[in-house]
């Protein structure tokens, strides 16, 4: 709980390096990624720099884990605990890294200006539905004219996805925004200027307050400002803030999967004449005669053709 974070009793182990083999396993919530090491919170709240063991592989900002005290006031992740999801980004020599795990909401952030670039919104759009996360829409800059940028969203809320009309500026429709972020552990994604920063900073207004914190008691300073970080959100649930980190690539994505990632082609795939088909100028392809039938959105087609061409050329970054 917030408010309520007490220092750990002093470390029965603290003249070992290695945790005493008695030490019990304690649970803990992964809250930031340091590069040296991860801050974890423990159950009653107190913030641990904790290292990982190799073969742990990569643990990320909002998974649960098993750790135990090392020396000092450090401790080690034993166990990384199952995931509900995961994001990823490509690492270095064709890795993949884990960037947040145990999300359950994503809200894409457009806005008026700069003009929504809607191949990106729909790249977020197929990556959440292929990690299974629901994700959302969240229009900022309501203060200034954006009809054009509302319309075309309205593709958007006709196939299911809430649309959330918000001044992160003028402080308006937060409060609702705030109802949808309770009970979730969320991000917000977006081109860059739309205003993810800002709605951040009007959500959680201790945002700063926090992060001196963890940097305090990490004892590794200024990374934690760059570095993905899960706040608690004051009206509850949490927000991971990823400064700077893509996380929505679909390098993971086959064309297959980024078909099923459009989930207004989902009731139609079965329907294809063969099992394999691409959806481009297949025979019997059930999904491009939904486009033609007025049915699927031709605009979302057409970028569903844009992406997989990106995903065919190995070179482009996607
Ligand atoms: P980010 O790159 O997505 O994090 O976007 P920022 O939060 O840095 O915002 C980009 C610019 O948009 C800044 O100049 C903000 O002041 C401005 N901005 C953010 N929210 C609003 C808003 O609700 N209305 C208006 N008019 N400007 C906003
Ligand atoms: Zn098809």
């Not at 191949?119 to 203060?143: F, G, S």
């Not at 679909?250 to 009731?267: C, D, K, P, T, V």
């Amino acid at each position: 709980m917030r408010g309520s974070r007490r220092r750990n009793a002093p470390q029965e182990a603290s003249r070992k390096a290695t945790p005493r083999s008695d030490s019990p396993l304690r649970q803990g919530l992964v809250i930031s990624h340091l590069g040296k090491g991860l801050a974890v919170e423990s159950l009653e709240g107190e913030i641990i720099l904790c290292h990982t063991r190799r073969r742990l592989g990569d643990a990320a900002v909002g998974d649960r884990v098993l750790w135990s005290p090392c020396e000092g006031d450090q401790g080690r992740v034993e166990e990384v605990l199952p995931r509900i999801s995961v994001l990823t980004r490509p690492g270095y020599a064709g890795k993949i890294r884990c960037v947040a795990a145990n999300l359950d909401r994503v809200f894409v952030v457009v806005a008026p200006s700069p003009e929504p670039d809607l191949l990106l919104v729909d790249q977020y759009l197929a990556v959440c539905e292929h990690r299974r996360i629901p994700a959302e829409i969240v229009l900022n800059k309501t203060d200034l004219a954006g009809a054009q940028a509302a319309g075309a969203l309205t593709d958007y809320e006709r196939i299911g996805y809430p649309l959330h009309r918000v001044s992160a500026k003028a402080a308006i429709g937060l409060d609702e925004l705030k109802q949808s972020l309770q009970h979730h552990c969320s991000m917000l994604a977006g081109q860059s200027g739309v205003g993810k920063s800002s709605l951040t900073n009007a959500l959680l207004p201790d945002k700063n307050l926090r992060t001196g914190e963890i940097s305090e008691k990490s004892g590794l300073g200024r990374h934690t400002t760059t570095a993905a970080t899960l706040y608690h959100l004051p009206e509850g649930g949490d927000l991971i803030d990823s400064p700077g980190v893509a996380v929505f690539g679909l390098a993971e994505m086959s064309g297959q999967s980024l078909a099923w990632g459009y989930r207004e082609f989902q009731e139609y795939i079965p329907r294809c004449q063969f099992n394999d088909c691409r959806h481009i100028r297949d025979k019997g392809c059930a999904v491009r005669e939904a486009v033609e039938a007025g049915a699927i959105s031709a605009a979302r087609y057409e970028r569903f053709l844009k992406l997989l061409d990106k995903l065919a050329s190995p070179d482009d970054p996607v």
